[in-house]
């Protein structure tokens, strides 16, 4: 019999509990052998969890200290906290189950290093319920990944399919999805794109073997985006979501999350609601999809207790973040202003004479060319001037952002949105 020592049984804990008495039938039979749930930590005691049927304390030390435990699951959020309890597991020789990504995002390297030959399982991690770490680890291990690209946060891809489908303000919706429990008390993660990064760092890892940080890359949010910007895009075919992207360009890599504007054909535009997608592009098999809950307990604790059921299994690890050694000709991470891309820039400026030839000047001067300019009626006496431009480097596009905003006619800074 294999057990189970969970430390964080919240949402996703509860679920794992549940999920390993509830299947245990199925379980038992793909692993070849019982699994159980023997005990869990929390913070607060106070909280009843009767209904789980498993002992609970308040001290790591009751399950890292404990001889029958054979795989910590943790399941307690944040960053260096689970970092020392999971330092810890593996010094005492047990198997570790994880879904945080924040840990991952900082300190995967490090944790492979202790791994070595101790399994470490993180599949819960990036997408919640899809099994995008197994894909992209094991069945597309032949092949060199060209990219990936995805919606990787279900509570802004909430946020932007109700105000793409349904008009509602930015902030209505934030609301209504702070209401929900989609978003938290502060959502600054979510929006910001902090969430999708740590995701795209680890899935960047395990495609690329680059070993980055979030203040390395590109990290922007949804904050910005109107309906201006949405009814802009839905005129030109397009649909808004917070992408993460991972490009692989000669040697280099370029890591970034951002609101994008989408062509509405595509596959990843169609992914609506609280729904993950995941592209992956392989130099052999193509194009391949991704689809599923990026959340939720039952969802996220499903793929938590498939790695319990592998590491039951087999008992060996597998190179944590899928790589046995360093590749020849090792990829590096592209820098922000070398990323190349078009792009939709909204200014809102003073209805006045000589202001469209002032800014496509700005434009020339800085080596970008426009696609197309439409101008439409802001508020009293102003305008919104929509733009889309060719393709152009990220820091020309970032040095214009800064001349335009200190013209005497503009009113608020400028919006810049990608366009994929
Ligand atoms: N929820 C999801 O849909 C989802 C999806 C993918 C990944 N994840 C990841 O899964 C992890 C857990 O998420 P969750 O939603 O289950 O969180 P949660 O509901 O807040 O549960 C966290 C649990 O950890 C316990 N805890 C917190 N700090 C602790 C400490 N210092 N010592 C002992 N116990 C402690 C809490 O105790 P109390 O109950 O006493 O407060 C609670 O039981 C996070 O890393 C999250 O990013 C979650």
Redesign the pocket.
């Known amino acids: 019999m294999i057990k189970v020592g969970i430390?964080?049984?919240?949402?996703?804990?509860a679920s794992v509990v549940n999920i390993l008495k509830e299947n245990a039938d199925v379980i038992s039979a793909r692993a070849g052998v019982d699994i159980v749930a023997k005990s869990g930590?929390?913070?607060?005691l106070n909280?009843d969890r009767s209904y789980l049927g498993i002992k609970i304390s308040?001290n790591?030390d009751d399950i890292l200290n404990d001889d029958e435990i054979d795989i910590v699951v943790e399941?307690?959020?944040g960053v260096e906290?689970p970092f020392e309890v999971v330092k810890r597991a593996l010094k005492s020789g047990k198997a570790v189950v994880t879904?945080?990504?924040?840990l991952l995002a900082y300190h995967r390297y490090e944790l492979q290093e202790m791994a070595q030959d101790i399994a470490f399982e993180y599949e819960?991690?990036v997408a919640?319920g899809i099994p995008i770490i197994n894909a992209l680890r094991d069945g597309l291990s032949a092949n060199h990944i060209e990219s990936i690209m995805g919606i990787m946060n279900g509570t802004c891809n909430y946020m932007m399919t109700k105000m793409t489908n349904e008009g509602v303000a930015y902030n209505d919706i934030l609301k209504e999805a702070q209401e929900l429990g989609y978003a938290e008390s502060d959502p600054t993660f979510d929006v910001g794109g902090y969430d999708a990064a740590h995701k795209l760092l680890i899935l960047a890892s395990i495609a690329y073997g680059i070993d980055a940080k979030p203040e390395d890359i590109l990290i922007e949010g949804i904050q910005n985006v109107s309906q201006d910007d949405i009814s802009f895009a839905k005129e030109f075919g397009y649909v808004i979501k917070l992408l993460g992207i991972a490009k692989k360009d000669k040697n280099e890599v370029e890591l970034r999350v951002h609101a994008c504007l989408i062509k509405k054909q595509e596959m990843i535009a169609k992914i609506d609601g609280v729904m993950n997608g995941i592209s992956v592009v392989g130099d052999k098999v193509g194009e391949t999809l991704y689809y599923g809950p990026g959340?939720?307990?039952d969802a996220?604790a499903s793929a938590v207790v498939a790695n319990i059921i592998d590491i039951a299994r087999s008992g060996k690890s597998k190179p944590m973040l899928g790589f046995d050694k360093p590749m020849e000709g090792k990829l590096t991470l592209k820098a922000t202003d070398d990323i190349e891309s078009k792009y939709y820039i909204r200014i809102n400026v003073s209805d006045k004479k000589g202001v469209l030839a002032r800014i496509t000047k700005i434009f020339e001067d800085n080596n970008i060319s426009v696609e197309t300019m439409l101008q439409r009626p802001s508020l009293a006496n102003s305008a919104n001037l929509l733009i889309s431009t060719h393709i152009a480097y990220e820091r020309d596009i970032q040095t214009m952002m800064k001349e335009i905003e200190k013209l005497e006619f503009v009113n608020f800074a400028p919006v810049m949105i990608r366009i994929v």
């Open positions: 430390i964080g049984v919240g949402t996703v804990g930590v929390v913070k607060n909280k308040d790591v399941l307690m959020g906290e879904a945080n990504k924040a819960a991690s919640g959340a939720g307990g996220t």
